[in-house]
Every structure is written in structure tokens, then in C-alpha cells.
């Protein structure tokens, strides 16, 4: 009984931990490689901004008119999208 204890823990530790963190760590890199100049994105530490340059590694993030800071591209968290909405009012 105790040689099965450590084999079934160690896979049950895989499935419920590692797993899904490689899993989180491939869609991060996947999303860095896809983001643009003009994409609007969110930092890790939530500043919201528009990419206005990418040189390598760093990104040129424009926070407001004439306001621009040089961040890491691994500190970017998420692409935002922003989709039409159809307003209620509309249908009334």
C-alpha cells in the first residue's frame, strides 16, 4: 500500500497543479508573439495602453496623448479587445 501512495500523489500533483500552469505559461507566450503595434493591451501591473513601437524584448506603450513608457514585453497580461455592443435604448 505504500509503494501505490507515492506514484498515484505525484500523478495526482501533475494533473492538478503542473498541468494547467504549462498550459497558462503556453497561451501567455502564444499572445506575446501575436501582439502589434496599434493593439490595445493591459500590463501586469493594470495600466491600460496602446503598443506605439516594439523593439525586441521591450514595448513602447502609450498610456494618454503624448504620454509613453517603455515596458517589458513579458509584463504585458492581456490583449484587449474591444467589441461593439448594441445598445437596449436602440430597440425601444
Known sequence: MGLLFLPILFL?????????????????????????????????????????DLDGGT????ISDGVEIKISKSNIAKLISYEPYDDVADEA
Open 59 to 62: 514595448v513602447f506603450l502609450m
Open 12 to 52: 495526482l500533483m501533475y494533473f492538478m497543479i503542473m498541468r494547467p500552469q504549462q498550459k497558462l505559461r503556453k497561451e501567455q507566450a502564444q499572445m506575446l508573439s501575436r501582439v502589434d503595434v496599434g493593439d490595445d493591451v493591459l500590463t501586469d501591473s493594470g495600466i491600460y495602453g496602446t503598443i506605439s
